[in-house]
């Protein structure tokens, strides 16, 4: 399950070569600014959604890949939550850049939920049915938003967090929009190094995102599908019968 807390989100651009140090952060240029302003506006309705998705986690070092699916909803930073489960890919190499991922096992193949509340993170473990707090004022490393791990979504149901980021124009084409996020904030920055976005067009919606992790030496990757922009109601979960385990944090 800990996994998680070092795999963040995020898009592929499939001839991208990542970079052997820390981009810096970049001043949003007219072409990225246009773009992200008809994002938001066409999106400007939605509060809550729901995605699925598919993620890929790339170890540049062992040049190795991990692959999974699951769900994404939103409501606000503290009432949202997202389930994984690990995907076998059968030994399937993975051609990305030009190089060669080969799939890495994962060491947890069951289902898993990370949920944000008023009171800190559940780490919900489905099998066996158990689950932890991480509480936000007691965790070691600092308060981990829902954000460092989806920075955007489908739908922009937060557009504030636009004013955090940079935006470059990587590449336009009448399908498609290629941009590049920096994040302007420290306090993200020690975790995310940069965000490539992949846009649709005409609608401007978030197809993929690729979060690149802090040092260059990974990067997750988070393509979407099945978006529901305001849905009637979103999931719940439901605890009642599973196990409350210790909170997790420095005692």
Known sequence: MFEYLLIAIAIISQNYTVPDRPIKPVKSDANAIRVVEKWIESQENTKTVHAEFNQYFYDHVFMTYKKSKGEVNYSSPNDAFFTSVAVDNHGKTDLRGGKEYHEEKANHAGKVTWAWTKSGIQAIDHKPKSYSLIP???????????????????????KDLFGNWGFKMVSETDEKVHLLATPKKSTTRDKITSCELILLKP???????????IGGNSATVYIFTNVKRNPPRLPSIDLSNYTENKPIGPE
């Open 136 to 158: 936000y004022d007691s965790w070691l490393f600092g308060k981990i938003t829902f954000n460092l791990f989806f920075p955007f979504l489908p739908g922009v149901p937060d």
């Open 203 to 213: 609608e401007m919606t978030l197809y993929a995102i690729k979060r690149h992790q």
